[in-house]
């Protein structure tokens, strides 16, 4: 038995080389550069929550707030590149510097508001958890 997978796969039209050539440049970049500011990332929150602890503050909640900021910014972060190639696909480094800063910015507003929801959600969880 085999299994067929399929992909959707979008034509590119570049016009010139030169197009094809910073493309491919920028994606091998992107595959350097992105597990190291993911990594970066969890390192910064990870020290934050370490911080907390050390201060005697409730350090299970920063975590819980700090996973629900991740995964909030990475799930926006990885939706607006996903939508924004089919924009910027065709432009210049103009373009793909616009992409990039609006994915950014967009993760940075979904950090914010995930660690306000995962901080509301924990208050309901700890009081749900309390012994009756």
Same mark, same amino acid.
Do not use: C, H
């Given at each position: =038995?085999?299994? %067929?997978?399929?992909? *959707?796969?979008?034509? #590119? *039209? #570049? !016009?010139?080389?030169?197009?094809?050539?910073?493309? $491919?440049?920028?994606?091998?970049? @992107?595959? /350097?550069?992105?597990?190291?500011? /993911?990594?970066?990332? +969890? $390192? %910064?929150? &990870?020290?934050? %929550? *370490?911080?907390?602890?050390?201060? $005697?503050?409730?350090?299970?909640?920063?975590?819980?707030?700090?996973?629900?900021?991740?995964?909030?910014?990475? %799930?926006?972060? /990885?939706?607006?590149? *996903? &939508?924004?190639? &089919?924009?910027?696909? @065709? =432009? !210049?480094?103009? $373009?793909?510097?616009? +992409?990039?800063? !609006?994915?950014? !910015?967009?993760?940075?507003?979904?950090?914010?508001?995930?660690?306000?929801?995962?901080?509301? #959600?924990?208050?309901?969880?700890?009081?749900? =958890?309390?012994?009756?």
């Amino acid at each position: =038995m085999y299994a %067929v997978y399929s992909r *959707n796969i979008k034509k #590119l *039209n #570049l !016009t010139r080389s030169i197009e094809a050539s910073t493309l $491919g440049e920028f994606s091998k970049k @992107a595959k /350097i550069i992105a597990p190291g500011i /993911i990594a970066l990332d +969890l $390192g %910064v929150r &990870a020290y934050d %929550v *370490n911080e907390v602890y050390e201060q $005697g503050g409730d350090w299970e909640r920063a975590a819980f707030v700090e996973s629900a900021g991740f995964v909030g910014s990475a %799930v926006t972060g /990885i939706a607006a590149i *996903n &939508a924004g190639v &089919a924009i910027f696909i @065709a =432009m !210049t480094p103009v $373009g793909w510097v616009a +992409l990039i800063v !609006t994915a950014a !910015t967009l993760s940075l507003l979904a950090n914010n508001e995930s660690k306000k929801f995962g901080d509301k #959600l924990y208050d309901k969880v700890e009081k749900f =958890m309390e012994p009756k």
